[in-house]
C-alpha cells in the first residue's frame, strides 16, 4: 500500500501530466471533484470546484485557495510525467497547489479536529486575473460567506518549505496599456510632407520612462516596460499609424492611478506637439494583493507550529497574484512556500524547464491542516 506522500506524489504527477489553460480546465475540475467526493467531502461545482467540510457547532468559515489552470508553453524537461498536451505546462506550480490542497482535505476528513467550515476553493484562470473575480461574481461569498481566506504559491530558489509573507501589500498590481498613434505617412524620401508615427512613438517611449524615475518616489518599486511597438510602414514607407503596448506594475492603488495619469499627460502632450492624434487604453487586470494583519499573523503562527521556518516580513513580489480579489473581499493571507534550491526546482516560474517539487507537497498540506486547526479551534469539553 503506498504511503501518504506516494500518494500525493502520484497525483500531483498526473495533473501534470494532463494540463488545461483557463477556463477549460475540464478534466482538471472533474479530477479535483472526483477526489473531494472520494474523502467523503460536499462538492459544488460551477465556475470552479468547491469542497465543503464541516466539524463541531462552530458558525466560523475559513476558505484555503489553490489555482488549477496551466500555462501555453511547450515543456522541455526529460521526467517520465511530462505534459501530454502539446503546448500546454503547468509551469508555475498549479498542479502543486491542487494536490497540496487535496492532501489538506484529505488530513482534515480523516481527523476533523475543528470547530467549523473549512471550504477548499478550487479556482481556474489565474494565470489572465480572470478566474476570482468569475467565482465571486457566480456568487461564492454569498452562498458561503467567509470570515478568512487563505492562498499558498511555491517560490522556486527559496529553501524547501520557507514561508515568507507580510502584512500589507505582498504582490504588485499589473496594468496592460496600448497607445494609438495616428500620424501622417509617405514617402521615406519625402518625411517633411507628413508625420511619421514611428518618430512620434519613439519620443513617447523615451518619456515614458520619466514617470519613474522622475515622477515616483524611488522606493516606489513601480516598473513601466514598453513591450511592442508596431506600425504600418514597409521598406521604403512612413508609417501614419503606430500602436504602442506594455505592461506596469506598481504595489500601491495610487501610485498605479498615477502612472496612468502621467502616462495620459506625455501622450497628449507629445500628441499635440507634432499634431497628430493619439489615444491611451490603460486596463487593469491584477489589482494588488493586500495582506491583512490577522490572518498574516495566524499563518506565521501556523508554520511555527507545524515545525517550518517562517519569515514574517519579506519584501513585496513584483509579480501579480488573481488572489487579490478574494483579499480585496475578504481579510486574507497570500503566503509562499520555498520549492527548493536546486534544479528543476529553483528554476523560474514560467520556465519551460521548471517542475513543482514533489518533496513540499506533505509540507504544504500538513500546514494547512495546522492552519484550520488554529483559526477554528475545537472546543474543550468540562
Same mark, same amino acid.
Not at 22 to 41: D, I, P, S
Given at each position: ?19 488545461? #489553460?483557463g477556463f477549460n480546465e475540464v478534466r482538471t475540475k472533474a479530477k479535483v471533484a472526483q477526489q473531494l467526493r472520494?474523502?467523503? #467531502? ?10 465543503? &467540510? ?17 500555462? $501555453?508553453?511547450?515543456?522541455? *524537461?526529460?521526467?517520465?510525467?511530462? *505534459? ?9 506550480? @498549479?498542479?502543486?497547489?491542487?494536490? +497540496? ?5 484529505? /488530513? ?9 467550515? #473549512? ?15 468569475? +467565482? ?12 478568512? =481566506? ?19 501589500? /505582498?504582490?504588485?498590481?499589473?496594468? &496592460? ?12 524620401? +519625402?518625411?517633411? =510632407? ?31 516596460s514598453v513591450t511592442e511597438f508596431l506600425t504600418n510602414g514597409q521598406r521604403n514607407v512612413l508609417p501614419g ?32 506637439? @507634432?499634431? =497628430? ?6 486596463? %487593469? ?55 527548493? %534550491? ?5 528554476? $523560474? ?31 474543550? %469539553? %468540562?
Amino acid at each position: 500500500m503506498k504511503t501518504f506522500d506516494e500518494k500525493l506524489t502520484d497525483l500531483r504527477r498526473s495533473f501534470h501530466r494532463d494540463p488545461e #489553460v483557463g477556463f477549460n480546465e475540464v478534466r482538471t475540475k472533474a479530477k479535483v471533484a472526483q477526489q473531494l467526493r472520494a474523502l467523503g #467531502v460536499e462538492v459544488h461545482e460551477g465556475t470552479g470546484v468547491v469542497g465543503v &467540510l464541516r466539524s463541531g457547532g462552530g458558525n466560523r468559515t475559513i476558505g484555503l485557495r489553490a489555482d488549477m489552470d496551466a500555462l $501555453p508553453i511547450r515543456e522541455s *524537461s526529460s521526467h517520465d510525467y511530462v *505534459s501530454q498536451n502539446d503546448g500546454v505546462m503547468h509551469a508555475c506550480g @498549479h498542479d502543486g497547489h491542487m494536490t +497540496m490542497l487535496l492532501g489538506a482535505a484529505e /488530513i482534515l476528513a480523516n481527523v476533523p479536529d475543528f470547530d467549523g467550515q #473549512v471550504l477548499f476553493i478550487f479556482q481556474p484562470n489565474e494565470e489572465h486575473g480572470l478566474g476570482a473575480r468569475a +467565482m465571486i461574481d457566480g456568487g461564492l461569498l454569498e452562498q458561503f460567506p467567509l470570515d478568512e =481566506v487563505y492562498a499558498i504559491h511555491n517560490l522556486p530558489g527559496a529553501p524547501l518549505g520557507e514561508l515568507s509573507t507580510r502584512v500589507g501589500q /505582498i504582490c504588485a498590481s499589473e496594468s &496592460l496599456f496600448e497607445i494609438e498613434i495616428k500620424g501622417q505617412g509617405g514617402h521615406a524620401s +519625402m518625411p517633411h =510632407v507628413g508625420v511619421d508615427a514611428i518618430t512620434v512613438g519613439s519620443e513617447i517611449v523615451q518619456a515614458l520612462q520619466t514617470i519613474v524615475s522622475r515622477k515616483l518616489a524611488p522606493s516606489c518599486g513601480a516598473v513601466v516596460s514598453v513591450t511592442e511597438f508596431l506600425t504600418n510602414g514597409q521598406r521604403n514607407v512612413l508609417p501614419g499609424t503606430a500602436t504602442l503596448k506594455g505592461d506596469v506594475r506598481t504595489r500601491l492603488p495610487q501610485d498605479r492611478q498615477d502612472v496612468e495619469r502621467f502616462m495620459r499627460q506625455i501622450v497628449d502632450g507629445i500628441a499635440a506637439a @507634432h499634431g =497628430v492624434g493619439a489615444t491611451v487604453a490603460f486596463n %487593469t487586470e491584477f489589482i494588488e494583493t493586500i495582506n491583512a494583519p490577522g490572518p498574516t499573523e495566524a499563518v506565521v503562527r501556523a508554520a511555527r507550529n507545524a515545525g517550518l521556518d517562517a519569515i514574517p516580513d519579506r519584501p513585496p513580489m513584483s509579480f501579480s497574484e488573481d488572489f487579490a480579489h478574494f483579499c480585496a473581499a475578504v481579510p486574507g493571507c497570500f503566503l509562499l512556500l520555498g520549492n527548493g %534550491t536546486e534544479r528543476p526546482y529553483n528554476q $523560474p516560474l514560467h520556465a519551460s524547464d521548471y517542475d513543482f517539487n514533489d518533496a513540499l507537497l506533505p509540507i504544504g498540506a500538513a500546514f494547512w491542516a495546522q492552519l484550520v486547526r488554529d483559526r477554528l479551534p475545537k472546543r474543550r %469539553t %468540562t
